[in-house]
C-alpha cells in the first residue's frame, strides 16, 4: 500500500491521450516530465501514473503547504483534461466514510446540490458502485448543513475511485489544459506581436502539442522598448503552458523607412509582410522549425483577404498555421481572457505594423504588382541586413529572462 493513506494527493486525469496506441508511452513521459520539471521548483513530490491518471503526492510539509500551487501547475499542463485534490485512504467502506465526513464538509460549503459519482476499478471491492455512492452520499446529507442531492444538474460532484491501490474521494475537478503533451507535435515559429491575436495563436497550436520559438518584430525608435517588454511579457504568460520560450527579435527600422522613401504607399503592408516572412522562414529553417503560426483571421484587416494572404503564403516552403483563420474576435478575445494574455495585449504600445500605415492598403493585390514594387530594393540584401539585428530573450516561466544575444 503506497505512503500517501489519508493525505491530500493531486489527480489528474488523461485526456486525448486515451485514445493513442503505440505512442502512448512517449506521451505519458512528456506528460510526467512536464509535471516532474514544475515539481522541482515547488517542493518535494512523488509523481506517478496508474489508470489512466497520474498522482501527485506530497512527501513532506511544505509540499503540503504548497499543494495549491502545484496544482495550479498541473491545470497549465497540456494532456489532462481535470485536475483535482483528493484524498486517498483505505480500501474499506467505513474508513471512506469517515474521510468523507471530515474532508467533505469544507469542500461543499456554499454548495445547495451535490451527485457522487462512484467508479469501482478495483472489482474485487465488496460494494457495487452505486451502493457506494448511496452510502457516501447519506454521510454527506448527515453531515453537511442544506446540501441536497441532485444526480441531473448537481453543483458540485464528489467522486470516490476504487482504485488497485487505495480508494480516492474528491469534490469539484477542476478543468485541465487539455489537448495533447506540450512538444509532441514538432516545433513552430509563432510571429508574435503585441497584440490580442497572436499568443492565442500561439497557445493553440502548443494546445496541439507543437513546441514554440517566437519572433518578434520591432522598429525601434517607431515602436518603443516599452512595446518589446510588452511582447516579452505575453510570452511569459504563455510560458505558464510552455515553460521556457526562446524569442528572437529583430529590427525592421531599415526596411520600413526604405519602404516609405521608395515604395507605393498602398503596397507598405503587404511588402512589410513579406519582408516578414522572409525572415520569419530564414529564421525557421536555422533553428528547426517545421512550421510558421500567426494570430491572422480571415478578413480582419487589408491584409488577411485571401489575396493578401496569398501574396505572402506564396513565399512559403514550410506549412503555415494560421488557428484563428475562421475566429470572430470575441471568440478569440473569450480565449485570450482565458490564458491571461487580454489585459497585456491591450496595453496601448505601438506595433511596426502600425507605422507608416496606408490610407488605403490594397484589400485584392495582384502578386505581380507587390512584386514589381518589391524590386524597387533589393530585397534579399535587406533581408540579411535585417537578419543580423537578431537578438534572442530566453523568457522562463521560474526565473528571469536570459538575453542570449544573437
Ligand atoms: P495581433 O492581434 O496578434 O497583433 P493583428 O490583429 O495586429 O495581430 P496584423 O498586424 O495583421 O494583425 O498581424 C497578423 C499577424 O502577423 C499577427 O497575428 C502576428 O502573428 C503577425 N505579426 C504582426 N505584427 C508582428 C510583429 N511585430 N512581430 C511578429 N509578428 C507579427
Ligand atoms: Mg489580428
New binding site residues.
Given amino acids: 500500500m503506497s505512503t500517501c493513506i489519508n493525505k491530500e494527493v493531486i489527480l489528474c486525469k488523461y485526456g486525448e491521450v486515451i485514445l493513442k496506441g503505440a505512442n502512448r508511452s512517449d506521451f505519458e513521459v512528456k506528460m510526467l516530465k512536464q509535471l516532474r520539471l514544475r515539481a522541482k521548483r515547488i517542493g518535494n513530490y512523488k509523481i506517478y501514473y496508474s489508470q489512466s491518471t497520474v498522482y501527485i503526492e506530497p512527501l513532506d510539509n511544505g509540499a503540503i503547504e504548497r499543494i495549491d500551487d502545484m496544482l495550479f501547475q498541473a491545470k497549465h499542463v497540456f494532456g489532462f483534461v481535470g485536475v483535482s485534490k483528493a484524498i486517498a485512504c483505505e480500501k474499506n467502506i467505513d474508513t471512506i466514510l469517515n474521510i468523507v465526513k471530515e474532508y467533505l464538509p469544507e469542500k461543499l460549503k456554499g454548495y445547495k446540490t451535490f451527485k457522487v459519482e462512484s467508479k469501482r476499478a478495483d472489482k474485487r471491492f465488496p460494494m457495487t458502485s452505486p451502493e457506494i455512492s448511496n452510502e457516501v452520499g447519506g454521510a454527506i446529507l448527515s453531515c453537511v448543513k442544506g446540501i441536497k442531492v441532485d444526480v441531473k444538474n448537481p453543483e458540485i460532484t464528489v467522486r470516490v475511485e476504487i482504485r488497485d491501490s487505495e480508494a480516492f474521494i474528491h469534490a469539484g475537478q477542476e478543468k485541465g489544459a487539455g489537448g495533447i503533451p506540450y512538444g509532441t507535435s514538432g516545433t513552430g515559429l509563432?510571429?508574435?506581436?503585441?497584440?490580442?491575436?497572436?499568443?492565442?495563436?500561439g497557445f493553440m497550436m502548443a494546445k496541439r502539442g507543437v513546441a514554440l520559438e517566437c519572433?518578434?518584430?520591432?522598429s525601434f525608435p517607431y515602436?518603443s522598448e516599452r512595446a518589446k517588454e510588452k511582447?516579452l511579457e505575453l510570452a511569459k504568460i504563455l510560458c505558464d503552458y510552455t515553460m521556457r520560450v526562446r524569442v528572437h527579435i529583430i529590427s525592421?527600422t531599415e526596411i520600413q523607412e526604405l519602404l516609405r522613401d521608395n515604395c507605393d504607399e498602398d503596397y507598405f503592408?503587404l511588402l512589410l509582410?513579406r519582408y516578414?516572412m522572409a525572415l520569419s522562414l530564414k529564421l525557421a529553417h536555422e533553428v528547426g522549425c517545421e512550421a510558421i503560426?500567426?494570430?491572422?483571421?480571415l478578413g480582419?484587416?487589408a491584409?488577411?483577404t485571401m489575396k493578401a494572404i496569398h501574396v505572402v503564403n506564396e513565399m512559403a516552403d514550410i506549412p503555415i498555421y494560421r488557428p484563428?483563420i475562421g475566429m470572430d474576435k470575441n471568440e478569440i478575445i473569450e480565449i485570450s481572457r482565458k490564458i491571461g494574455t487580454f489585459d497585456t495585449?491591450i496595453l496601448p504600445y505601438e506595433?511596426?505594423?502600425?507605422v507608416f500605415t496606408p490610407k488605403h492598403p490594397r484589400t485584392r493585390p495582384e502578386l505581380e504588382k507587390v512584386l514589381e514594387e518589391q524590386n524597387r530594393l533589393n530585397f534579399d540584401e535587406l533581408v540579411e541586413r535585417a537578419y543580423a539585428t537578431k537578438q534572442v530573450v530566453v523568457v522562463k516561466h521560474f526565473g528571469d529572462n536570459i538575453i542570449e544575444g544573437q
Fill in positions: 509563432l510571429l508574435l506581436s503585441g497584440g490580442i491575436d497572436s499568443p492565442v495563436a519572433v518578434h518584430f520591432e515602436t511582447v525592421l503592408t509582410r516578414m503560426i500567426t494570430g491572422e483571421s480582419q484587416v491584409s488577411q484563428l495585449s506595433d511596426c505594423c502600425t
